[in-house]
């Protein structure tokens, strides 16, 4: 199916079950421990044996020798795999270093050696017995220190390193209120609570993997191209996914290990990544510094606004582009953005829940507030007024439905923004300065290529089979629901399969594109189904619901068109010029209060809202729930998430969850979430977009700007720590 043009009146539109806040049709399964993840399909292979990576202890250098021989020797041991005896390994096209290093080493912790072993504790021991000889080379840590070394990347069709409209120097220089500010981001973990973990097994030349990753295709891909064999020799099994945010969009050591193992053992082999690997051997959001220039009007219109980025990351990594959301979000007619990357010698930078978006809103909205009290104006309102209908960029591309200014005037009508106190460090309950912030929310609703199959059996029951993925965020419950409204029938009588890379490739978790875009892909596929049941019972126009068919008077139970045998229909939805004429994208507003003790600088967040414009709500139960825990990511990152890098001996040093500090429930106040009523007919059939990075998306500057209501205290860098804050803050009353 080809979406080419806006979506009209269709079935979903009955709304019997989609837009309805079911429960999470696999949460039973989850509760009672029946829902197997990656490391757990005992089942399935009952007899695996468990491997554990030997990572790299040198940042950069070469691998002079390995010596394994008493790690051979130690006791359970089936097999040590090195780059020396692996076999000839390619490289994935979504990786930027190699998975198993040698002779080269391009990062700390990268994989040198994996050891099998009949139990993990034995792996574990044995590990340790793995001799490695460095020649050690200088490498590079601090972004600081590189940037001015820092090149533009190669570009994206929709991320350019560099944009320019109209003459931005000449209309920055001539505006009468200014702001010329740089801002920092820290580099961040995912910190997601499954590690990564593989178990594989070898049937032949064949090879299964049960693996934690959110898109089994591209997984699929980059095993094959890795291990060098035929991509129909590998198939990929993710039914379950114990959280990623980016961090399992692509394919990982675990997986690639764990195929090495088990093919050197000769038995299956599971491998999970110990969580002081994770930090350093996987990827991570990487630090950035970013400078943003906005030249104003005295009425508050924006005349000019820049943005200019930098980050770092291994030679040929990804950019972090955080200058998306500026070319998007407000008006005005000179503008300009710049994306630079400089080679730094740490692990791989690449994607992390609403990547570019999410460090670039940090910025800008704090750069928003410190403008709004330049002009001596309220800060939601500076933001309507720089609201605009079309891309700033391109005035003939309108956005496809955008909503900003309704959210803001929600949110500020809902938190009670008109008793906020817009001096700062004036309002006070004991020894706590209480303050209000406030964000935008941006964060663009991409749609890909999706494809399902179908099929109703002679007992009623409705099956539907994508590769799609479910990382916590409700997929299973969607695609039911979605499949329900479609053939008429209960919810109780829809079955999902999810994860498999035997059924066809979806648009897989990620880029706040998954759910729309895989349900669309199921409505697809629904279509043809309905058209083969039509045909069959010789109706014309034919009615789904309850249960039964209904056309000219007459009614049959759905399953009499199978009664004969199944029926199996198979589909894609394909999205052309739409997405491209129509800006796609999501908007919201941020609303925090927060209390600073005056005397020690501790941070508390006492309530939060987010109100959001994001396209038609698939399950309001589930929306909610992404979008309450993106606010508490957002907590971290603005008040304690911080990769700290050792500039000597380049790694991350707080690599476990005991010092890598992200929120705790005693963290989190109330939370409110609010969303608008909204269809958007140019995204899909579904008329659905994401929502689940949106709520990210402002909440870290948000709480910022708090933080300056409340103390006066404006700090720049995140996170906003107590150190940042104590020496220039009121003294205690």
């Known amino acids: 199916m080809k979406f080419n043009t806006p979506a009209t009146t269709n079935p979903i539109d009955t709304l019997r079950h989609v837009g309805k806040p079911y429960d999470r049709v696999d949460g039973p399964l989850k509760c009672t421990g029946q829902a197997p993840y990656a490391y757990e399909h005992h089942a399935a292979v009952p007899d695996a044996a ?24 130690a006791p359970g041991v089936l097999a040590v795999v090195t780059a020396a005896n692996a076999g000839a390994l390619g490289k994935g096209q979504k990786n930027t270093a190699r998975l198993l290093a040698g002779p080269e080493v391009m990062h700390y912790h990268q994989a040198v050696a994996l050891v099998v072993a009949e139990t993990f504790e034995q792996a574990r ?162 630090k950035t510094i970013q400078r943003l220039r906005i030249g104003v009007g005295r009425d508050g219109r924006i ?13 040929g990594g990804r950019p972090e582009v955080a200058t998306q ?84 005037r929600t949110g500020a009508e809902r938190f009670g923004w008109k008793a906020r106190n817009a001096k700062p460090a004036q309002v006070r309950e004991g020894q706590w300065l209480i303050g209000h912030g406030v964000a935008a929310a941006f964060r663009n609703s991409p749609v890909v290529k999706s494809a399902a199959r179908v099929r109703l059996g002679t007992d009623g029951i409705l099956t539907v089979e994508t590769d799609m993925t479910d990382i916590g965020t409700g997929s299973y419950t969607i695609i039911a629901q979605t499949a329900a409204e479609m053939l ?46 039509a045909a069959k019972m010789n109706m014309t126009e034919p009615v789904f619901a309850d249960g039964v068919v209904r056309a000219g008077g007459v009614s049959q139970p759905l399953a009499k068109a199978a009664e004969s045998g199944e029926l199996v229909a198979e589909d894609v939805i394909e999205f052309g010029e739409l997405a491209k004429k129509n800006q796609l994208s999501t908007f919201g507003a941020h609303f925090v209060e927060v209390a600073v003790d005056s ?69 989190i106040p109330h939370q409110d ?11 899909s059939p579904m008329k659905a977009k994401g929502v689940g990075e949106l709520g990210l998306c402002g909440v870290a500057a948000a709480i910022a700007n708090a933080v300056y209501n409340a103390t006066g205290v404006r700090v720049r860098e995140y996170p906003v720590t107590l150190d940042k804050l104590l020496e220039k803050m009121p003294l205690p009353v």
């Open 50 to 73: 468990h491997g554990v990576m030997v990572g790299a202890t040198i940042a950069k250098g070469t691998i002079v020798s390995i010596d394994d021989a008493a790690a051979r020797r």
């Open 125 to 286: 021991a044995a590990a340790h017995l793995v001799k490695v000889s460095y020649r050690e080379a200088k490498g590079s840590f601090d972004l600081a220190s590189v940037k001015d070394s820092a090149t533009p990347p190669k570009g994206e069709r929709n991320a350019p390193p560099d944009t320019r409209v109209g003459d931005f120097e000449h209309a920055f220089d001539g505006a009468p209120v200014k702001l010329d500010a740089t801002y920092t981001t820290p580099d961040q973990a995912h910190a997601m609570m499954e590690p990564h973990a593989t178990t594989a097994r070898w049937g032949g030349d064949k090879l299964t993997v049960w693996t934690s990753t959110q898109m089994v295709d591209w997984c699929r891909t980059d095993l094959a191209r890795t291990l060098n064999i035929g991509k129909d020799k590998v198939r990929v099994v993710a039914p379950y996914i114990g959280g990623g945010f980016g961090g399992k969009l692509f394919l990982r050591t675990d997986a690639v290990l764990a195929a090495l193992g088990a093919r050197a053992a000769g038995r299956p082999v599971k491998v999970a990544l110990q969580r002081h690997q994770i930090f350093n051997n996987t990827t991570h959001r990487p």
């Open 303 to 315: 005349q000019a606004i820049g943005h200019e980025t930098w980050n770092g990351n291994l030679p």
């Open 325 to 408: 959301q500026t070319r998007l979000l407000y008006a005005g007619a000179h503008r300009m953005t710049a994306t630079r990357v400089a080679v730094l010698d740490l692990p791989e930078g690449n994607s992390m829940r609403a990547p570019g978006e999410a460090p670039g809103m940090m910025a800008l909205e704090i750069a928003m507030d410190e403008l709004a009290e330049k002009l001596g104006m309220d800060p939601v309102q500076l933001r309507i007024l720089n609201d605009t209908k079309v891309d700033p960029e391109k005035p003939n591309r309108p956005f496809s439905e955008r909503r900003l200014v309704e959210c803001l």
């Open 488 to 533: 008429g029938l209960p919810l109780d009588r829809v079955k999902v399969k999810l994860g498999d890379s035997d059924f066809p490739v979806s648009a897989g978790s990620g880029g706040q594109f998954g759910a729309n875009s895989a349900t669309a892909g199921v409505y697809a596929a629904c279509v043809k189904l309905r058209e083969q049941i």
């Open 599 to 667: 005397v020690t600088g501790e941070t508390r967040v006492r309530r939060m809202l987010a109100v959001c414009a994001a396209g038609r709500i698939l399950n309001p139960k589930s929306a909610r729930s992404q979008v309450i825990g993106s606010m508490t990511m957002g907590v971290g990152g603005a008040l304690m998430e911080h990769m700290v890098v050792d500039k000597r001996l380049g790694f991350f040093a707080n690599h476990d969850m005991a010092t890598y500090e992200v929120p705790v429930h005693a963290d």
């Open 673 to 683: 979430v609010i969303f608008l009523d909204e269809e958007d007919e140019y995204s």
